[in-house]
């Protein structure tokens, strides 16, 4: 069982960045196919952000955060970036790390089997 643990929120003025990490103890991460950032608003949905690939060549964002937010990862280090630039008080969330075993999992929450407890994020205008 791979335990997945999120750092690195906090509150950050409009225009600023952070950086997420979310570390895997126990097996390493390689078993998930691919990793990836979902966020939840306050009443709301919890909602695709970023993901990535098991070799890290290939990653998807969410168009709300596409030139803005870069996914990464240190396999050797078994953990999960996401840094976050020009950050906007829309960007507001509760963030959580994810990973799927799953070939084909889209973009869909659900088909992520692996979470971790969440970093809070919040940008003041």
């Known amino acids: 069982q791979v335990q997945l643990v999120e750092s690195g929120g906090g509150l950050v003025q409009a225009g600023g960045s952070l950086r997420l990490s979310c570390a895997a103890s126990g097996r390493t991460f390689s078993m998930y196919i691919m990793m990836g950032w979902f966020r939840q608003a306050l009443g709301k949905e919890r909602e695709f952000v970023a993901a990535i690939t098991r070799s890290g060549t290939i990653t998807y964002y969410a168009d709300s955060v596409k030139g803005r937010f870069t996914i990464s990862r240190d396999s050797a280090k078994n953990t999960m970036y996401l840094q976050m630039n020009s950050l906007k008080p829309e960007d507001t969330a509760v963030y959580y790390c994810?990973?799927?075993?799953?070939?084909?999992?889209?973009?869909?929450?659900?088909?992520?089997?692996?979470w971790g407890q969440g970093t809070q994020v919040t940008v003041s205008s």
């Open positions: 994810a990973g799927t075993t799953s070939l084909y999992p889209g973009r869909q929450p659900a088909n992520f089997g692996s």
